[in-house]
């Protein structure tokens, strides 16, 4: 199915080779393959964003030694793993933001005291969990960072009041619903934080109602007008003597 999809959207993209794309934005696109960008060579990829690529695996680096990867951009990939950090550790990669990288567990971390990691980037990583921070307070995390960490949940926020929250970057959290919002109004949300949030959760939440809904009702009517519009029950509309003409009237 996957394969499919990325011959498809390199199919839309030959397809319409003189349209002005903008090969910085496609180069960031998780659906640009390595395949798409090799039968395009003469493109302008924007290296560094394709670096940070999820679809670049650190197969496709290795295997091209001769292309102008950028080491931001690749310690950013969720792609890379440990163990290729590991097995490449005389390579320049970049501990900010390989703090902040999703593949980076506490455990990771942990393993690895001599490391270069960046407690601000990892207060942001994807990764760190509520039981991680409480099972370790005396690191130096960042709270705006975990303020905005989507892991963070308003029931942690509420459970801990004493913790110094970052309200600008709690009102950006993915977390956060229109429900808590309205709930908590003496709370000091940041109004232009919380319009650039997208509110993926209570977007996920809406469209599983909406679905739900669209399926009962679908479902619903369709067994309504098979019991409404059954042969027997106009055979006893008949017998009870009504003509078939009048049957459109009541029906």
């Known amino acids: 199915m996957e394969k499919n999809w990325n011959q498809y959207y390199l199919k839309f993209i030959l397809n319409n080779n003189d349209k002005p794309w903008d090969f910085d934005c496609l180069s960031k696109n998780p659906n640009t393959t390595w395949e798409i960008v090799q039968a395009n060579p003469d493109k302008n990829w924007n290296w560094i964003w394709l670096s940070k690529n999820p679809s670049i ?32 550790h005389d390579k320049p990669w970049n501990w900010d933001w390989l703090s902040k990288n999703p593949s980076i567990t506490l455990e990771i971390v942990q ?17 760190i969990t509520w039981k991680n ?11 705006f960072g975990l303020s905005q960490n989507p892991n963070i949940t308003w029931e942690i926020v509420e459970a801990n009041p004493d913790k110094p929250w970052d ?85």
């Open 57 to 88: 695996t650190w197969e496709i680096v290795e295997a091209n030694p001769d292309k102008p990867w950028n080491w931001f951009g690749l310690s950013m990939n969720p792609s890379i793993t440990w163990q290729n950090i590991e097995a490449n």
């Open 111 to 127: 393993a690895n005291p001599d490391k270069s990691w960046n407690w601000g980037y990892l207060s942001f990583n994807r990764s």
């Open 133 to 143: 921070i409480e099972s370790n307070l005396d690191k130096p995390w960042n709270w």
């Open 167 to 251: 309200w600008d970057n709690l009102s950006l959290n993915e977390s956060i619903t229109f429900a808590i919002v309205e709930a908590n109004p003496n709370k000091p949300f940041n109004w232009c934080s919380l319009s650039k949030n997208k509110f993926p959760k209570e977007k996920e939440e809406f469209e599983k109602i909406v679905s739900h809904q669209k399926f009962i009702q679908e479902n619903i009517l369709e067994e309504l007008v098979k019991a409404y519009m059954h042969p027997k029950r106009i055979v006893m509309l008949l017998d009870m003597g009504y003509e078939i003409e009048a049957l459109d009237d009541i029906m």
